[in-house]
């Protein structure tokens, strides 16, 4: 019964595997072929790599900008999550702080409502402040719409180190955030990477926010500009794919580079709740 069950996991995990995988597989060999020999059999590995569909995508589809504009709004919107997240999260955790449940419990609440339910009213505080069809108008919606999970995950792993580091570390002479910087927060880097890398797979390929707050083709990001391969009558397919390929390239270059203090992260989360 034991190895009937155990057949079954491996069969449904083989399953699931085939189904993520060979979309991917379409895409990535898909970059490398004509639109004839894409069209005729979508599954094949190409017989003969066709490299220009990288050039042509790169060149005339103005990805030098579109990646430009990416990298900085992550950056900026990265940076700016984690200060204030690991600041909020330190201190609502820490003793002496009456109001720091109702603090919790105010970005928990901002997890659970639809982005939907907020588009009008903050698309017309973005546009009374003038900043639509600005870097900053994703920024500061990015910031926002991040800080409540990035408050979650951190919250939980404060709450794992024990407060005598931070008294010892005052008996010695730090203040209290010289406490948190040099001793709290290099014991959360696992944490921090978690939040990092889930952030920044949201953000690189958000398409909803860049479409209703960006106008102008200087500004677009990745994912917006993406969406300039999609013909009305005809799409060439090959050089979408290779624009996607280039633009999956600098994510999983991060996530290789951050995978242990991810998978680290991620264990420790599940096991301490």
Request: aromatic share 16%.
């Amino acid at each position: 019964m034991k190895d009937k069950l155990l057949l079954f996991q491996y069969a449904a995990l083989l399953v699931f595997a085939v189904m993520i995988l060979t979309p991917l597989a379409v895409v990535f060999f898909g970059a490398f072929k004509t639109p004839g020999e894409l069209f005729n059999n979508p599954y094949s590995i190409p017989k003969m790599p066709v490299f220009e569909n990288f050039y042509t995508a790169f060149v005339q589809g103005n990805m030098l900008v579109y990646f430009k504009n990416t990298i900085v709004i992550s950056v900026l919107s990265l940076a700016a999550v984690l200060l204030l997240s690991t600041i909020t999260s330190y201190a609502i955790t820490r003793n002496g702080f009456k109001s720091g449940d109702r603090i919790y419990h105010y970005f928990i609440f901002g997890i659970i409502v639809p982005a939907q339910a907020v588009m009008i009213p903050s698309y017309m505080m973005i546009a009374k402040l003038g900043l639509v069809n600005t870097i900053w108008s994703v920024i500061l919606i990015y910031i926002a719409s991040t800080m409540g999970f990035s408050v979650f995950i951190l919250s939980g792993f404060f709450r794992t180190i024990p407060r005598e580091l931070d008294e010892a570390a005052v008996i010695d002479g730090c203040n209290e955030f010289q406490a948190f910087w040099k001793v709290v927060l290099p014991l959360c880097l696992p944490a921090v990477s978690t939040v990092l890398i889930l952030n920044l797979l949201f953000i690189w390929n958000d398409f909803y926010n860049p479409l209703l707050y960006i106008r102008s083709e200087e500004i677009k990001t990745i994912s917006l500009g993406l969406s300039k391969y999609m013909g009305r009558y005809l799409t060439n397919y090959p050089i979408m794919f290779a624009a996607v390929v280039m633009a999956s390239v600098p994510v999983i270059a991060v996530f290789v580079m951050l995978q242990k203090q991810f998978v680290s992260g991620i264990t420790a989360g599940s096991v301490k709740g």
